[in-house]
Antibody, heavy 120, light 107 residues
Framework: EVQLLESGGGLVQPGGSLRLSCAASGFTFSSYAMTWVRQAPGKGLEWVSSITDSGDTTYYADSVKGRFTISRDNSKSTLYLQMNNLRAEDTAIYYC?????????????WGQGTMVTVSS | DIQMTQSPSTLSASVGDRVTITCRASQSISRWLAWYQQKPGKAPKLLIYKASNLESGVPSRFSGSGSGTEFTLTISSLQPDDFATYYCQQYDSYPFTFGPGTKMDIK
């Protein structure tokens, strides 16, 4: 069974940092691009960041560029999102997702999400 | 960045109705459009990719069409399980963007 399991969410103060992890199983992780999507409470979906299958190219939403870093460890089938200088507007459920292909694609598998709350 | 809009924002319908949701892009995205369904408290689910390709396991009552800047998602006969929020997403160019969503509820 294809599965994505996020961890690392929680409550953090403004200006703080968190690292999200996403453990993948049930598919060849190294063959697919991966993406983080977030959803603020009661709001719509927001694409955050994507990384190609090899990890050599990354993409970011303007709202997180310079503060967030996406990375992957294909040997561990794990995706990461390092989030620094967090702001109240980063409060959201963060979903780890698998792309249909190696890059530039829709996402076909979603994790259950991990909640990040930025508040003092 | 490419902006996505959806209409209507809310839709009241009955079981058995044929419904259509429209998604528009601020510039041409060819056919690089996906549709997702999200139910309360759950992760979204991919329904349609590349404008009209039905994802595996998705009922055939769902269909997508369009190209360029205008796209539609049609549900041919609404079932109780279909009452949810629907989002379109362009993946023609980064940053990928989602539409604001269409919430479908029971009339």
């Amino acid at each position: 069974e294809v599965q994505l399991l996020e961890s690392g969410g929680g409550l953090v103060q403004p200006g703080g940092s968190l690292r999200l992890s996403c453990a993948a199983s049930g598919f060849t992780f190294s063959s697919y691009a991966m993406t983080w999507v977030r959803q603020a409470p009661g709001k719509g979906l927001e694409w955050v960041s994507s990384i190609t299958d090899s990890g050599d190219t990354t993409y970011y939403a303007d709202s997180v560029k310079g503060r967030f870093t996406i990375s992957r460890d294909n040997s561990k089938s794990t995706l990461y999102l390092q989030m620094n200088n967090l702001r109240a507007e980063d409060t959201a459920i963060y979903y780890c997702t698998k792309d249909l292909g190696v890059t530039y694609d829709a996402v076909d598998i979603w994790g259950q999400g991990t909640m990040v709350t930025v508040s003092s | 960045d490419i902006q996505m809009t959806q209409s209507p924002s809310t839709l009241s319908a009955s079981v058995g109705d044929r419904v259509t949701i429209t998604c528009r892009a601020s510039q041409s995205i060819s056919r690089w459009l996906a549709w997702y369904q999200q139910k309360p408290g759950k992760a979204p689910k991919l329904l349609i990719y590349k404008a009209s390709n039905l994802e595996s396991g998705v009922p055939s009552r769902f269909s997508g069409s369009g190209s360029g800047t205008e796209f539609t998602l049609t549900i041919s006969s609404l079932q109780p399980d279909d009452f949810a929020t629907y989002y379109c997403q362009q993946y023609d160019s980064y940053p990928f963007t989602f539409g604001p969503g269409t919430k479908m509820d029971i009339k």
